[in-house]
């Protein structure tokens, strides 16, 4: 079993919709919890990342964390076409040395139709 | 402010060769991870370094190696090549601070566009 779960899709919804892409994870030991979103031919670039369990929000993303569920969500509002790319959850624990080694989902590949 | 950097962008080689892989972080980073990229497996990490030296690893075989150099870029190299290393091989720089009193915390990792790698 992977470490962390993440459903790859693919994703298809309409223009202006709430899209929910989820994460589950088995390693409680991870501390920090991120969303990379990634275009075709790009490397990955980091959308948000939150600390321990709580919400978190920047414009039209919120990322949420349960830890006692083990289980991270990103919500994306008034979804745009330009939003269509592969989101990827990724999480991390950080040693006071700042060495860290994140471990990634699978990847939700996400289409938004005009 | 530049973004890190990864050469080649594609390459193309045959089971048995060997290949090697460089990344330029960004000005000031000092530590460096690589990850592997394929549609099965998703994003594996493979290595970090840090000033010269790696501290941190993945589960790869020994095939997979790399090193620092003292500006901070980093090579991977890949020997005896298989079919299955066929994959996107993504370099990512990060600040990173020593001996952090009360614990540490979390610096935002800045990837490259990755190495497109085919074994043919």
């Known amino acids: 079993q992977k470490e962390v779960e993440q459903d790859p899709g693919p994703l298809s919804v309409p223009e202006g919709a709430i899209v929910s892409l989820n994460c589950t994870y088995s390693?409680?030991?991870?501390?920090?919890f991120m969303w990379y979103r990634q275009y075709s031919r790009k490397g990955p670039e980091l959308l948000m990342y939150t600390y321990s369990s709580g919400n978190k929000e920047d414009g039209r993303f919120t990322a949420q964390v349960d830890k006692s569920s083990k289980y991270i969500s990103l919500f994306i509002r008034d979804s745009q076409p330009s939003d269509s790319a592969t989101y990827l959850c990724a999480m991390t624990t950080v040693t006071v040395q700042g060495a860290q080694k994140l471990v990634f989902g699978q990847g939700t590949r996400l289409t938004i139709n005009p | 402010k530049a973004g890190v950097t990864q050469t080649p962008r594609y390459l193309i080689k045959t089971r048995g060769q060997q290949v090697t892989l460089s990344c330029s972080p960004i000005s000031g980073h000092r530590s460096v991870s690589w990850y592997q990229q394929t549609p099965g497996q998703g994003l594996q990490f493979l290595f970090e370094?840090?000033?010269?030296?790696?501290?941190n690893k993945g589960n790869f075989p020994g095939r997979f190696s790399g090193r620092q150099f003292s500006n901070s870029r980093s090579e991977m190299n890949v020997s005896t090549l298989e079919l299955g290393d066929s994959a996107l091989y993504l370099c990512?720089?990060?600040?990173?601070?020593?001996?952090?009193?009360?614990?540490?915390?979390?610096?935002?990792?800045?990837f490259g566009p990755g190495t497109r790698l085919t074994v043919l």
């Open positions: 370094y840090f000033s010269e030296t790696q501290r």
């Open positions: 390693n409680s030991a991870f501390q920090y």
């Open positions: 990512a720089s990060t600040r990173t601070a020593l001996g952090l009193a009360g614990g540490s915390r979390y610096n935002e990792q800045f």
